[in-house]
């Protein structure tokens, strides 16, 4: 028996310490990613607290009251709320506002675009433990029914993102300027003016080297700040033994109500510059789909929390001794001997901060633009092997000509902090009122718990962010302009979007004119597939009657493509291609959805390769349900999910096309010949075109099959092989003349700028330039 216990302890013992081993490389790695602007908020937050009539409080008393606030904060906000609660609320591992929409979206119907299928609540990503039991809460009928609630609901996450945004923008303004001004401490004739100077240059060059991509450096981030980490927390427990050994006491909340006692409301205005000590919490929450939520708070629990409450007590007790050194007191605080490495080592923890806080405001832009809420704009992968590492291009410059501008502007910490803080307490804020819904609407708990928690943590935010909002006069104005400037022309798009879809809906083409047109459609069908994109799920558009009646010719293949967004993080590869039939078998017309989650790559090379073994396996599949007589015959049918990865379920072939380089193939083409030419020297100059596997499709011949499926499928491979053209409508969107003049200038002058500046949804999709057909049409709104 013990032999047999043997190994299956030894394997539990493996296992373990596998788990761990990885739990703690996690861990490490999220110092870098994760932790970089947290670390660094002691360079400026003393400073922040004792600016304007603070300044007349400099005794012992205040500085213990302070240290007992930023203590007390980090242990509420970083610790109880954020490690405890929020880390716990992933969506299939993924973080930030737009998981927690997206989960609310998943479970109660609060998008605004009218899209979801019932297809999509099968998905394997959809629900966290499976299939959900039916809710009934009253709070979710209440949301469902009154759309000017869920309305309020998409502004409120827009504003959230909006304010995550205005971060890229501050950060690296503020952790740059802070920690290029320690300089002053030992060059003393070095002016506020060359100061920024220097910041400028380094603000430059780290927006400039984005293109290449942090996975280049991203093996450094981790061990500067844990060095960085290490250094504080020294310094920290140095200077509380050396300067005041007392300042422990202050771990006591009742210094907090001594201050305010003493400070009254300029203690309370204090606050804006003690809530800087908690910048960067939400970054745990954000990028967690990088880590797991144990690798996340080991690293908090164990090293950030201990160093960063070291290294505030520490300042406290070197401030409580020397009150002349308030507007440089981390670097005033440094012991002679190692300032210089330090000031080394603090520079490059706050690039790493800021290059954190840019990746970030990279991610939440692309995860706007995959719901809906934000203009096409390119995204580049830059790593193929760490996943969601990406550049835009647009946003970089942005960020870069913005962040310049507040460093030049405002010349000052003090008042970068203050927009600073309340650009990070209104993220916090935000987060708190989702958390509580989902705690009701996904967690199905209680909501007297909900309310509780809300209560609790916002409440406290509350009273921080009015600290904040009162310091707006003072450089607070600046993330509410840029969240209000970013957040128009989000709602803008989506508006814009959300009409155009309507319209669609609304204007269908109805299949009884269809079936009146007969196999042919009233026109000639030539040799080849048509792929036409539309953003409808189901029905016709209205634009395709315009093909028709504009083009001379028509695929003997049409495929209506529909590229959709999910509201999960990711969608396996093996439920993407939802495919189904519309009309009789003799018209050749199909329909395929292609589903992506708000994180996944929406690039697929071997596109048309995968749209046509689905298909094929969808006539199969088709065909087997009918003759068991379970099939839907309606003129819609039904949608199937295609397992693509799966080469069951088809008779097609799939060959290379260099295997069949010296075989001839008489296959007809709807191309000319000089058309034929020039795009083999389209693919020869392009390489993502280039790169695209080239096939050919093979019907082998077999007794099984049924003849009309066999003709069907034969169809197929002749269409497949004499060519795919990308078929879509270039619309116009107008306001009709009868619309409000607010409605007029949003879908006329502002819809219309976004839409004429941004890509096209051709290039946006990765279609083949040489192979697209756009039909123009007007969409009057």
Not at 295 to 300: G, L, N, P, T, Y
Not at 677 to 701: A, C, K, N
């Amino acid at each position: 028996m013990d032999r047999e216990r043997g190994p299956t302890s030894d394997d539990q013992r493996v296992h373990w310490k596998n788990y761990y081993k990885n739990l703690l490389l996690l861990a490490y790695q999220s110092f870098g990613v994760v932790y970089g602007d947290l670390s660094t908020s002691p360079l400026y937050v003393y400073k922040s607290s004792f600016s304007g009539k603070m300044y007349k409080y400099q005794n012992e008393q205040t500085v213990f009251g302070l240290f007992s606030l930023i203590f007390w904060t980090l242990t509420l906000i970083p610790l109880l709320k954020y490690v405890v609660i929020v880390l716990s609320a992933d969506d299939n591992g993924e973080g930030g506002t737009f998981a927690l929409y997206s989960l609310l979206c998943r479970h109660a119907k609060l998008s605004l675009l009218p899209n979801q299928q019932a297809a999509d609540e099968e998905l394997s990503t959809y629900y966290r433990n499976g299939p959900r039991s039916v809710i009934t809460s009253p709070l979710k009928r209440f949301l469902e029914r009154h759309k000017k609630l869920r309305t309020c609901l998409l502004l409120i996450v827009l504003f959230g993102a909006c304010m995550v945004i205005g971060d890229g923008v501050l950060t690296p303004a503020i952790s740059v300027l802070s920690s290029i001004s320690g300089l002053q401490v030992r060059a003393k004739e070095l002016h506020d003016g060359e100061v920024v100077l220097v910041a400028c240059l380094v603000l430059v060059g780290l927006f400039s080297l984005q293109h290449r991509g942090t996975q280049r450096v991203a093996f450094m981030f981790a061990p500067i700040v844990v060095i960085w980490l290490l250094c504080i927390g020294v310094i920290g427990l140095y200077n509380t033994i050396h300067w005041n050994p007392k300042i422990y006491h202050a771990l006591s909340p009742l210094y907090i109500i001594k201050f305010f006692q003493q400070t009254g409301k300029d203690g309370w205005i204090s606050l804006g510059g003690v809530l800087l000590s908690i910048t960067g919490t939400e970054a745990m929450f954000a990028d967690l789909g990088h880590f797991t939520q144990a690798s996340i708070r080991v690293a908090f629990v164990g090293v950030i929390y201990p160093c960063l409450v070291l290294q505030y007590m520490g300042q406290a007790a070197f401030l409580s001794k020397n009150f002349n050194n308030i507007s440089t007191s981390f670097y005033a605080s440094i012991p002679q001997p190692f300032f210089w490495p330090v000031f080394v080592v603090s520079t490059l923890a706050a690039i790493v901060a800021s290059q954190a806080v840019i990746s970030a405001t990279f991610s939440i832009v692309k995860q706007c633009l995959a719901l809906g809420c934000f203009p096409r704009v390119k995204v580049v992968h830059t790593s193929r092997w760490i996943y969601g590492r990406i550049y835009i291009p647009e946003i970089n410059w942005i960020l870069m000509v913005l962040c310049l501008a507040v460093t030049i502007g405002f010349r000052d910490t003090t008042l970068i902090g203050n927009a600073y803080g309340i650009a990070c307490m209104t993220v916090m804020f935000v987060t708190t009122w989702l958390i509580a819904l989902v705690m009701v609407l996904v967690w199905q708990k209680n909501i007297i718990f909900s309310l509780l928690l809300l209560l609790f943590f916002g409440s406290i935010e509350a009273v921080y962010l009015s600290s904040s909002l009162m310091k707006v006069p003072q450089g607070g104005w600046a993330p509410l302009v840029l969240s209000f400037v970013f957040m128009v022309v989000m709602y803008v798009w989506h508006y814009g979007t959300r009409r155009k879809y309507l319209f669609d809906l609304q204007n269908k083409v109805s299949m009884k004119w269809i079936l009146t047109l007969g196999p042919s459609l009233g026109i000639v069908r030539v040799p080849g597939i048509g792929l036409i994109y539309t953003e409808l799920v189901t029905g016709v558009p209205a634009i395709f009657s315009h093909f028709i009646t504009n083009l001379p010719a028509f695929h003997q293949v049409l495929v209506f493509v529909c590229v959709k967004s999910v509201p999960v993080p990711f969608v396996p590869p093996d439920e993407r291609y939802l495919i189904g039939r519309i009309g009789p078998r003799a018209y050749r017309m199909y329909r395929c959805i292609v589903r992506y989650g708000y994180k996944d790559v929406q690039k697929d090379e071997n596109f048309e390769n995968l749209l046509a073994l689905s298909i094929a396996k969808f006539i199969q599949m088709e065909a087997e349900e009918a003759s068991s007589g379970s099939y839907d015959t309606s003129p819609e049918g039904r949608m199937a999910v295609i397992r693509t990865s799966d080469t069951t379920g088809t008779t097609l072939v799939m060959r290379d096309a260099d295997q069949l380089a010296g075989e001839s193939t008489m296959i007809r083409s709807s191309k000319s010949e000089t058309l034929q030419s020039l795009q083999s020297l389209y693919e020869q100059e392009s390489p993502s075109v280039s790169r695209r596997r080239r096939v050919h499709f093979e019907l082998p011949e077999t007794e099984y099959i049924d003849p009309q499926v066999k003709e069907e499928l034969l169809a197929l491979v002749e269409a497949k092989q004499a060519g795919v053209a990308y078929i879509l409508g270039h619309s116009y969107i107008k306001a009709r003349k009868t619309s409000s003049f607010m409605k007029k200038f949003i879908i006329n002058v502002a819809y219309s700028f976004l839409r004429k500046n941004c890509r096209g949804p051709a290039v946006a999709l990765s279609i083949p330039h040489i192979s697209l057909i756009e039909v123009g049409m007007i969409y009057y709104v």
